[in-house]
């Protein structure tokens, strides 16, 4: 994080409370009372209102059962920082209101109304806020900000934010979605209370920790309010969640140095501000049909991406072809589609050569392997991770000038593979990697690719200068353009090419989705990051995402399958068989008793095949509700999975329409009847329970 951005942070919270910050920045602090204000100008949709006062302080409210209800109370909501040497950034954040505008729009994003608010500073700084509505996204307004100097005097502007609000504490705690990348792979969902301070932004946060969604969305049991960015390429934003005794506060905050002679002006980035009742579902979604809108959309998945997956990473880098050709008769009996030769094929990351001790026959020895799967009845994926050169291979010898160069000349540091990263948006980069996929798909016959690696969501801003780069944060801004050759090369070469990235704990690049068509669970610590990554993917691919909850060995207890099956992900395995793997540690050899438990379940995932189906995520509160509840809906049945230790009580069953007979489809019994008028069922159970309500009349 940068000192620009700590100081925004800074500035943020003084605003959001009301309070003035000392030097020593305290966890907790008391509050000034906020003066009473009165509006004096209104955008709104009939879903969301955004009140301003005479200062320019804006407040949020939504409707409820046909009454307003007050999310956040008057305050500084958009406003610049200015430079102040090594003291804390001043800021102008009081504009005398000067007008009020409407008028009727047509665009990518349909019909709807925009509101253009004015007002001056002090300074003679004139702001211009632009608030659009469309009737196809009730609650969710894009919001632009220009500033314009009128006054006498230079401003140095170091930064701005837009959507600045607390949500008020309404006294039963607060959830939230943060779109960030961290190397302690924490959480994308976590409860808030007094005293956190996330700063999510979205560049690195480490040397191989960055990018990822850029919204941030906090919500209480009855309402949420959620902001971001909608420009069409990542931008190195902070999206900062700060909690207090009062609330939680979030924004989007930007440093964005600028020097305003008179006369002179700037534009924010396109950002956004919406409210929503339920968990942070519904405000993805929305957020992923917009950018489709703006040209950024997933593609639909080919039917291949939907089969279950055995890879080899249980045998290590140290696994052999032989291990491997062993495995695939298991891995095809248990009805998987897919064979995943993963790390440890490779001499290096950069030259990619094929490892002699392995390959001793070069690529004759790779074409057979591949030809090899697919005669077990199997589809070939291989292990890849592009963009990193590791030292003293012939890459970085002969083509130093790919490297990725920070301000100081010093490459940039992959911590895994003791790598360096190459620059995505040079062209001998891409021209290097495009030929080296086409390999992979046209000479050795591989149905997919495994694309593997924390450092392959965000890249730092490039320096080097025999790129000639228009600006250091082009690297950044074209990593897209990157997959995008990838995508488009493996599609040339095989039309339904799986292509599959897996940023290893990284929230996901929403600006890589659209070049690829199967995403994994990205290295789950837990059996709660396979289901809330489900479900963030869900919303942001959309609802039929090809999402795997990745190996299930990484799951609690190394065999939480239900945690995949339940929530309409993929099934994946790296079992070793007939005998354990050599690596040290190794532990996924597929006893007989672990056997009956993964025929089991993926006999269950190939007969539902849920992820083909339409998450409904709208449905229950991640957070708030318990159990922990998603849904399912495929061919007219909705499928219900619960996940709590331990559960005895009444679960009402959501999104019926209609009568249904209920059905625990693991354990094969029925569970009674329910309907729309009378939704409740009595259930027990420890971990999970996976059901499925079939239509009355429907033969089961």
Avoid at 420 to 447: H, M, N, V
Avoid at 533 to 561: N, Q, R, W, Y
Wanted: glycine residues 10%; negative net charge; charged residues 20%.
């Amino acid at each position: 994080m940068t000192a620009q951005a700590f100081l925004h942070r800074r500035s943020l919270l003084s605003l959001l409370t009301g309070a003035a910050l000392s030097p020593m920045l305290m966890p907790e602090m008391a509050f000034a009372k906020v003066r009473p204000a009165l509006p004096v100008a209104s955008a709104a949709d009939g879903v969301m209102t955004i009140e301003f006062d005479a200062r320019l302080f804006s407040r949020v409210s939504t409707m409820r059962g046909g009454a307003r209800l007050l999310l956040s109370d008057f305050a500084p909501s958009d406003f610049v920082t200015l430079k102040n040497g090594d003291k804390p950034a001043l800021r102008i954040d009081s504009f005398h209101f000067t007008g009020r505008q409407q008028e009727a729009v047509a665009d990518a994003h349909g019909a709807g109304r925009r509101f253009t608010i004015t007002g001056r500073s002090a300074e003679g700084l004139e702001k211009t806020v632009s608030l659009t509505f469309y009737k196809r996204y009730p609650g969710f307004a894009i919001e632009q900000v220009s500033y314009r100097n009128a006054g006498a005097k230079t401003l140095e502007i170091a930064g701005w934010s837009n959507g600045a609000h607390m949500l008020k504490d309404a006294g039963h705690g607060f959830w939230s979605w943060s779109g960030s990348s961290h190397e302690d792979r924490r959480d994308w969902v976590q409860p808030v209370k007094a005293g956190f301070d996330q700063p999510n932004f979205m560049g690195m946060n480490a040397s191989d920790y960055g990018s990822g969604t850029p919204v941030v969305d906090v919500w209480r049991p009855d309402a949420g309010l959620a902001v971001g960015h909608v420009e069409p390429v990542p931008k190195l934003v902070s999206l900062p969640l700060i909690a207090t005794r009062a609330g939680a506060g979030i924004a989007v905050s930007m440093d964005h140095a600028v020097t305003l002679k008179p006369g002179d002006s700037f534009t924010t980035l396109d950002t956004f501000v919406t409210t929503h009742r339920g968990d942070y579902f519904v405000t993805l979604d929305t957020y992923r049909q917009v950018m489709a809108e703006r040209g950024l959309a997933a593609p639909k998945p080919p039917a291949a991406s939907y089969e279950g997956i055995w890879c080899a990473w249980g045998y290590d880098r140290v696994g052999t072809p032989e291990e491997v050709e062993g495995t695939l008769a298991k891995a095809a009996d248990l009805g998987l589609g897919w064979a995943v030769l993963d790390d440890g094929w490779q001499t290096s990351e950069g030259d990619w050569y094929l490892n002699p001790k392995k390959f001793p026959r070069g690529d004759a020895d790779m074409r057979d392997l591949s030809a090899k799967i697919k005669a077990a009845g199997l589809k070939a994926r291989l292990w890849i991770t592009p963009l990193a050169v590791d030292p003293g291979t012939d890459l970085l010898h002969d083509h130093s000038d790919m490297l990725l160069l920070d301000q100081n000349g010093a490459p940039q540091l992959i911590s895994w593979w003791n790598s360096f990263y190459l620059c995505p948006a040079y062209q001998p980069t891409i021209d290097y990697t495009e030929a080296l996929f086409s390999k992979i798909f046209r000479d050795w016959g591989f149905d997919g690719v495994k694309i593997d690696g924390q450092h392959l969501n965000g890249v730092a801003p490039c320096y080097n200068p025999l790129h000639n780069h228009a600006y250091p944060d082009e690297s950044v801004e074209k990593l897209q353009t990157f997959w995008k050759c990838v995508y488009d090369t493996a599609q040339a070469a095989h039309p339904d090419a799986v292509v599959e990235i897996c940023p290893c704990g990284d929230c996901y690049s929403f600006f890589n989705f659209p070049y690829m068509n199967n995403a994994p669970a990205s290295d789950p610590t837990s059996s709660w990051q396979v289901r809330l990554k489900g479900k963030s993917l869900k919303a942001l691919m959309g609802p039929s995402a090809a999402f795997s909850g990745d190996h299930v060995e990484l799951s609690d207890g190394g065999d939480d399958f239900a945690s995949t099956v339940g929530i309409g992900g993929i099934v994946s395995t790296k079992f070793t068989w007939p005998h354990e793997g050599r690596a040290p540690g190794s532990n996924f050899l597929l006893t007989p008793e672990k056997e009956a438990l993964w025929r089991k379940w993926i006999a269950l995932y190939n007969e539902k095949k849920l992820p083909q189906g339409a998450y409904r995520g709208e449905l229950y509160d991640i957070g708030f509700d318990k159990p922990e509840a998603h849904v399912v809906e495929k061919d007219g049945r909705l499928h219900y999975a619960f996940y709590a230790e331990k559960w005895r009580g009444p679960v009402e069953l959501r999104g019926l329409k209609g009568a249904y007979r209920v059905r625990d489809y693991f354990n094969d019994r029925d569970l009674g009847a329910v309907s729309e008028a009378h939704p409740h069922l009595d259930l027990a159970f420890e971990h999970f329970l996976v059901i499925e309500a079939i239509p009355a009349g429907e033969a089961a």
